[in-house]
């Protein structure tokens, strides 16, 4: 027999779409996209290959509010370990505007190229945010984009990325994370010969950042990061 009292049972959710730090979330403004020396793994000026030369700067959203709840890190999110990093609020209705500034002003001061290294922590949250950065890359010529995601291609916001990178191969990078329909992929684990990729050469000590890389972009190959 089911009592009173059970029902007054609060319901837990045990995976909450957003981050854990909720502090971390920050009004968006004209300094967000950060210089890549403020990230070691990222780097700074790219040194090798394709975009050599060319200024590194990075873009934060939030973890999980942007996401497609069936990525496989949910659990395991990078952003857990870090609570002092900052996530600009897409939600927030100056966002775009506040980013197009910035890139305006980071594409009149580039004349020779800049590389915006998108969502070191959150995701493309939907199809016309992705159309956005797109007409950016029309009306910004020294713009070059590289990341991944867990969109899925056959999805909305996957075949727009998709769309994205085969209008702008040479400017526009995005890898597809767990997807073994196509190479250009992204894997999380240790297994290289089940996708055919290579281990990420600043993960296992080759390279010192992805400024001295150029692997992500520059191959259609796969490539596997150790877990964090």
Not at 97 to 103: G, H, N, R, S, V
Not at 109 to 128: A, C, M, S
């Amino acid at each position: 027999m089911q009592t009173a009292t059970a029902n007054l049972i609060p319901v837990v959710n045990l995976r909450p779409p957003h981050t854990r730090y909720r502090k971390g979330v920050k009004q968006p403004h004209n300094n967000m996209l950060k210089r890549g020396k403020q990230n070691t793994k990222l780097g700074d000026k790219v040194t090798i290959k394709m975009w050599k030369g060319m200024i590194m700067y990075s873009l934060t959203l939030e973890e999980r509010a942007t996401c497609p709840d069936d990525c496989s890190q949910w659990d395991n999110c990078y952003g857990d370990n870090m609570p002092f990093g900052h996530r600009f609020d897409h939600t927030a209705s100056d966002f775009i505007y506040y980013l197009e500034e910035q890139l305006e002003q980071l594409n009149n001061k580039h004349t020779k190229g800049f590389i915006v290294r998108l969502h070191v922590l959150g995701e493309f949250y939907d199809p016309f945010y992705v159309m956005q950065w797109q007409k950016w890359l029309r009306i910004f010529p020294n713009l070059r984009v590289f990341g991944y995601t867990h969109r899925k291609l056959g999805t909305l916001i996957g075949d727009q990325i998709d769309l994205a990178n085969k209008e702008f191969p040479d400017r526009f990078r995005i890898r597809f994370s767990d997807d073994q329909s196509t190479k250009f992929s992204a894997h999380v684990g240790t297994d290289t010969a089940a996708t055919g990729g290579i281990m990420c050469p600043e993960q296992t000590g080759k390279t010192d950042s992805c400024a001295t890389c150029g692997y992500c972009w520059t191959s259609n190959n796969p490539v596997v990061f150790i877990e964090h």
